[in-house]
């Protein structure tokens, strides 16, 4: 491997001149002042360009580099905010490259050129204060961040075949859009194994946001991966696709995520106008999925609370030119995490809480809903064994809401001893899905060793039920779906019925096994956390 040192300033001043470092040459900026002038060429083949500590460069021409670009000097190689005359271009000709270093450039103009086999590789951030061009190329971002200075919509553009690979939530472009800005901005995402622009976003930013007090944020992030058909691994903020653990409701989802973190400052009297433009790639819907593709549209998710209850309607898809578009212009409108989902069964109704309970001899049921799509119909019914159900009652249900609703209904033919309920879900399409089994007696306890019920009752606590002999010593132990010990407890039971709430503290959201035992007896029931 043949290197080229650099050690003092360097003047490439002939209007056209061009210098070019041969096959196999590496060219090594160790601590010089590179200057190149205004239509001037430096081409370094093969091996590539490195740039250590002291290094600078000045560009008014262009830089075509065959082989890696790394960067080891704070900054930045071309200066803190390069311009055409200081920064101008920077070429990647080569096939696979990697942007590398122990720190970013900050380009003014960089082109990745080459064919669709052209991957460029970010194995550093790295920052753009002109232009960045894909030419027929794929530029993977790799878990690290591009920023993208320059507010223009046409600061990031494609030629060809050219396009953007995440693949991971921390694969990150990140794109100067100040509070006044508008523009139509395109963030041309394909797939690892894809040859095109196979899942364009677009972000349409129609009207600036009316902000007093602080600062709006200058920067949104973008990013984007791809799933197996469970839809896992969640993103970070994400515990669960859906309320009910027991359903396979992943098969209605598109296999893939997306972010778009606006990172809006500021107090707001009018939150900007923006719409989200979803292109999606068929083969990620395929089976075993059971989406339809005309039903598909926009679902987002509410880290704050912890649940898909963000449910924006939108335009079902267009098939032809497979996107879908939702329009923002609200603070609870901008959520991170997105996904695609088919409307007729969309991540569903979110169950905040599902009980029974004895009151004047009659049994009394409670549910309440964080949000509803597409629902119908309430069906409460009761069963002796927990195994065969009739129903008791009907309630019409919302259709589709974004708000806390409560709902009861009184079991006026309550059975004798200890009964189960459930609750059925009917959506406008006949679809039917279940809650979980309560339990509850309206009789004298007895003082038979036996567990009751166990169930979420707020978010917060978890409620536990049972009967005991006098002075009886349990143990309730708390298993998650691995069998993992997550909660051990001891205590004093009274005789009869016992009732004990215990908070949840940091327990994530998911389907546990309650076991409750005494010197002779062991009993478990299944529990679900909301």
Known sequence: MKKNYLSRTLAIALPTSLLALGANAQMVNDGAKLQVNAGTFLIVDNLGFQNNAGGQVTNAGEVHVDGDWTNNEPTGVFGAAPTAVTGG????TGGAQNLAGTNATNFFDLSSEGTAASIKTLTADQNIFGTVTINNSKVALNTNTMTVENTAATAVATVGSGFL???????????????????NYLIPWGTTTGATVS???????????????????DYTDFATYGTGSLNTPYPVDVTHLTDDYQQTSHYWVMDRYWFIENNFQGNYSAYPAVSYTFGYDDNEMLAPNHMTEANIVAQRFNSI??????????????????????????????????????????????????KADCENGKVNVTWTTWTETNTALFTVAHSADGVNF????????????????????????????????????????????????????????????DLISAYDVDNENIAIEFTANENEVYTMRLMDAGGKLVMDRQGQANS???????????????????????????????????
């Open 89 to 92: 271009t920077v070429r990647l």
């Open 199 to 217: 899942i364009p976003f677009r972000y349409n930013k129609t009207a600036g946001g009316t902000v007093s007090g602080g600062g709006p944020g």
């Open 305 to 354: 609370d912890d649940r898909w209850l963000d449910w924006l309607y939108s335009p079902t898809a267009n098939t032809a030119a497979n996107t879908v578009t939702v329009n923002l212009a609200n603070n609870q409108d901008y959520h991170k995490v997105w996904t695609l989902v088919d409307q007729s069964d969309p991540l569903p109704i979110e169950l905040a809480y599902f």
């Open 496 to 530: 009869g019925f016992n009732r004990m709430v215990i908070p949840t503290g940091n327990l994530a959201t998911g389907v546990y096994v309650v076991n409750l035992s005494n010197a002779s007896k062991s009993l478990a029931k299944r529990l679900a956390l909301h």
């Open 390 to 449: 009739e129903t008791v009652g009907e309630q019409p249900a919302a259709g589709n809401s974004n708000t806390v609703r409560d709902y009861s209904m009184v079991d006026e033919n309550s059975l004798d001893g200890t009964s189960y309920y459930r609750l059925m879900t009917t959506d406008i399409d006949g679809k039917q899905s279940f809650s979980q089994i309560v339990a509850v007696s309206c009789q004298d306890y007895g003082t038979e060793f």
């Open 165 to 183: 690979i995440s693949e991971a939530e921390s694969s990150i472009l990140r794109w100067r859009i100040p509070n006044a800005t508008t523009g």
